[in-house]
T-cell receptor, first 113, second 116 residues
Framework: EAQVTQNPRYLITVTGKKLTVTCSQNMNHEYMSWYRQDPGLGLRQIYYSMNVEVTDKGDVPEGYKVSRKEKRNFPLILESPSPNQTSLYFC????????????FGPGTRLTVL | TQLLEQSPQFLSIQEGENLTVYCNSSSVFSSLQWYRQEPGEGPVLLVTVVTGGEVKKLKRLTFQFGDARKDSSLHITAAQTGDTGLYLCAGVFRRAGGTSYGKLTFGQGTILTVHP
């Protein structure tokens, strides 16, 4: 089954404790992207990757890091989480985001205390 | 930073009514997508519009891309309770030369509730 998987689905952590949210897709898509979703703000793009070893900032990259060492994986790293990073995070992948469908993962609910 | 203004933010209607959701920007998009999101799930693509003036229909849903590619609308005819959900528009920007740019900007979303 074609899908995007994220882990963990739910995470409660404390300020400053490094964490990684994994994202994996099995559709051989070149493009992958991370978003955060907050009430009243829609989805905001954090980082995206056009292909392996190619990443670029979205609209809200501060406090986040990403890497794209393999085509299928695109982890999101929070080196020192803060409470304002409490949010619902989505990973997505696509063959071409301009004309093709973005497939979204199920989301990761992160709470930073 | 490109901005997308989506309106209305909330829409509560009775089954059978018609409705329109708007997505506007001061920037020109290479394409615009509409998504629907159910609680606890990721967004699912409804349609992509690419050409200025383009109109696409998906059963009772009609999507239009403005001539200048700065705005779009989603019209639902005879809404049903199953249409309830969060609707999102997303604008895509493409580099000169035709290759995909990859930066997407989403509107704030419209929460639609259709009452029986």
């Amino acid at each position: 089954e074609a899908q995007v998987t994220q882990n963990p689905r739910y995470l409660i952590t404390v300020t400053g404790k490094k964490l990684t949210v994994t994202c994996s897709q099995n559709m051989n898509h070149e493009y992958m992207s991370w978003y955060r979703q907050d009430p009243g703000l829609g989805l905001r793009q954090i980082y995206y990757s056009m292909n392996v070893e190619v990443t670029d900032k979205g609209d809200v990259p501060e406090g986040y890091k990403v890497s794209r060492k393999e085509k299928r994986n695109f982890p999101l790293i929070l080196e020192s989480p803060s409470p304002n990073q409490t949010s619902l995070y989505f990973c997505a992948s696509s063959h071409d985001p301009g004309v093709g469908e973005q497939f979204f993962g199920p989301g990761t609910r992160l709470t930073v205390l | 930073t490109q901005l997308l203004e989506q309106s209305p933010q909330f829409l509560s209607i009775q089954e059978g009514e018609n409705l329109t959701v708007y997505c506007n920007s001061s920037s020109v998009f290479s394409s615009l997508q509409w998504y629907r999101q159910e609680p606890g799930e990721g967004p699912v693509l409804l349609v992509t519009v690419v050409t200025g003036g383009e109109v696409k229909k998906l059963k009772r849903l009609t999507f239009q891309f403005g001539d200048a590619r700065k705005d779009s609308s989603l019209h639902i005819t005879a809404a049903q309770t199953g249409d309830t959900g969060l609707y999102l528009c997303a604008g895509v920007f493409r580099r000169a030369g035709g290759t995909s740019y990859g930066k997407l900007t989403f509107g704030q979303g419209t929460i639609l509730t259709v009452h029986p």
